[in-house]
């Protein structure tokens, strides 16, 4: 493919997308330490500007995870400045505890020390861990496709106008490139709520932090 392929398509997704998404660009976090997401922040932005949707979920999974576990490992050790000689032995426990863990006990445990609410819990438990994680980072796409009938009448013919149309039933859900149309469409449509949710949640832990460590 020739690159002015590319400069013609990205041209025509800024023009589309940019006014949307530029609010975006000019997040700062609260918290000193929650640095590091603006990087990250930044590249799904521009994914969303050039309709990369699947790939703006799979970030916006990475970020989420990265924002649960250092909320805990905050929330333990302090969003304060610590001199340099302190580092290792402040951060090593809160690493150990929680630099591994697996999404839903991330989740339980921000709701134990009220980093989230119960609302929020609920959510992130039963629609994000099991449509968006699953779903993309993990490659499965049976939660996302539950809802769809197990058979769908389709027809088969050929081109050249000679035999017969025969209808036959397909079922979606298990067929592959079936699966991926539905995971794109899905993706569509909701790559930008996903990223939006996560976006003010990275706020919304801030400021409880915040308030516990005043």
């Not at 932005?45 to 995870?65: F, G, M, Q, R, V």
């Amino acid at each position: 493919m020739k690159q002015i392929v590319f400069e013609k398509n990205f041209t025509e997704c800024l023009e589309k997308n940019f006014s949307r998404f530029s609010k975006y660009f000019e997040f700062k976090t609260k918290v000193f330490r929650f640095r590091e997401l603006e990087p990250l922040i930044f590249q799904v932005n521009k994914c969303l500007i050039l309709d990369l949707h699947s790939a703006s979920i799979t970030l916006t999974n990475h970020i989420l995870e990265r924002l649960l576990k250092l909320g805990l490992i905050y929330n333990e050790a302090g969003i304060g400045a610590i001199p340099v000689e302190k580092w290792n032995s402040i951060f090593m426990e809160p690493n150990r505890k929680y630099s591994d863990i697996p999404l839903g006990n991330s989740i339980e445990l921000c709701k134990k020390f009220e980093l989230i609410t119960t609302e929020e819990k609920g959510f992130l438990f039963d629609i994000i861990r099991e449509l968006m994680r699953n779903g993309f980072s993990h490659s499965d796409p049976s939660k996302i496709l539950a809802g769809l009938p197990d058979e769908t009448v389709a027809f088969h013919g050929n081109f050249s106008g000679q035999g017969e149309i025969n209808q036959i039933s397909l079922n979606q859900k298990v067929i592959p490139f079936l699966q991926a149309e539905h995971m794109e469409n899905f993706a569509k449509e909701n790559s930008s709520f996903y990223f939006d949710y996560v976006f003010k949640l990275i706020d919304e832990i801030e400021n409880r932090l915040i308030e516990k460590q005043k």
